[in-house]
């Protein structure tokens, strides 16, 4: 079956789940890619404490998504409320308090616990992502969920060399919370704005062009005569 791209691409409900992949997936590689910087560099942590204070966000995602993913199975299964309020709530989680946090870390100042913890929690909560973009493509189209994430996965992935660039552009004459913090509102803008633009757009219903039409797939049937036997029977005098 090829997937029609044409409407993949037009539909504002796969537009919104790939916009809240990507400010997921921006916040996960600040993580990755800035953040063991900014312990070292901003908040004064030697070369030693700094892997073990940036594996700290890893350990909470991977234990917030565990417990949110519990969480959504039980609604699920209780049917308390449809999937797409399910989707949508839990973006509050997932998106929009990452971002609060960030916004916060921006103004911790000389306080390193303070701003450690910030960016703990920001990615811990994070891990309710696995209740929203990284399952909506599931909800939309079973049928293409593969190629669905593939196309937002691939987009989403650019934030890992771009992130390093905005990051090397504000932190280039210096590495104080002057200079991160415009580091910081990026990437909390990012999160909650793509929160926002899924909760205007987003559905976890399942879309019309996930199915075949009726004439693609009579057109994919065998004829009803293909299999046909004729039998020819002789009469002898």
Not at 3 to 27: E, Q
Not at 132 to 138: D, E, G, P, S
Request: hydrophobic share 45%.
């Amino acid at each position: 079956m090829i997937p029609p791209f044409r409407k993949i691409l037009t539909s504002f409900p796969f537009l919104a789940m790939v916009i809240l992949h990507y400010g997921s997936n921006w916040g996960l590689y600040f993580v990755m890619t800035a953040a063991p910087k900014f312990v070292s560099s901003a908040l004064g942590f030697n070369l030693t404490s700094t892997g073990t204070l940036a594996s700290l966000p890893y350990l909470a995602r991977m234990i917030f998504s565990v417990v949110f993913g519990a969480i959504g199975d039980r609604i699920v299964k209780k049917n308390l409320v449809s999937t797409t309020f399910m989707r949508k709530f839990f973006c509050l989680f997932s998106h929009i308090l990452p971002g609060v946090l960030l916004i916060g870390l921006g103004y911790t100042g000389c306080a390193p616990i303070l701003s450690v913890a910030l960016i703990t929690f920001s990615m811990g909560s994070n891990g309710a992502a696995a209740l929203t973009n990284l399952v909506n493509h599931q909800d939309l189209a079973p049928n293409y969920a593969g190629t669905l994430y593939g196309i937002a996965n691939g987009i989403g992935n650019t934030a890992g060399f771009v992130t390093p660039l905005v990051t090397a552009h504000f932190t280039k004459n210096g590495n104080g919370f002057a200079e991160w913090r415009p580091v910081f509102m990026t990437g909390a803008s990012l999160y909650i704005l793509a929160a926002i633009y899924f909760l205007l757009f987003g559905t976890g219903e399942t879309q019309p062009w996930n199915y075949v039409t009726p004439a693609e797939d009579r057109d994919k049937r065998p004829s009803a005569n293909s299999n046909d036997t004729t039998v020819t029977v002789q009469i002898k005098n």
